[in-house]
């Protein structure tokens, strides 16, 4: 039987669900191997439909045997998935994510599922963030007005924290991090609640300084 994947809602930061043309990797493991020692299935690319599926590039069958599989999901994919013998992927967030693409692949998601047997059925996966929200939110001072705050369209950046990653899907740790970069959040500023909100961040988990983190407003 040939396996398939399907994605359970409420999982990606934009619209919180998943879009059309939206891309997942799978790995494959077969029995009690881990991802250095053999991949039954290696990086398998799915792309999800208009329809609300996931489809795949290619058949893959379950092992004739028996054997039960585990399965590892991510997204977004990356062609270049993990090296032959290892279990690590490099992953990142970009600095322009006030670019809707940009900071939907700045989103870094895992699913996985053990011991799943031959079936005919679709097998469901729960996505989880691995990576963090940061939103920012102005509140006005005495002197200020909210309209005139937002008629001025303020200008936001953060700095200090590495852009890049190494995630070990066998760990399930980070390590490597890098590239510290200057980033432009996402959203458009609004007024709730008498604040200007609407800017928002996908960051690495990482650690902090005092003092060396700061955002910039213009």
Known sequence: DVYKRQEIMNTRV????????DEVGLFALAGTTTMQEELYAGNLRFVRSSTGEFVSDESVYYPDDGVTLDLISYYPYQKSGVGIGESIM???????????????HSDFL??????????KEAVALTYNHQFFRLKIVLVPGEEENLEDMLSIKPTLSVSGFYTKTSYDFQKKTFSGYSEEKDIIPAGEWGIEDGRLIGKEF???PQEATPGYQYITLE
């Open 90 to 104: 490099q992953v990142a967030v970009s600095t322009t994510q006030n670019i809707p693409d940009d900071y939907s």
């Open 14 to 21: 934009v619209n919180n669900s998943f879009g059309e043309k």
């Open 202 to 204: 996908i960051l690495i």
């Open 110 to 119: 895992i699913a996985s599922k053990e011991d799943v047997s031959a079936s």
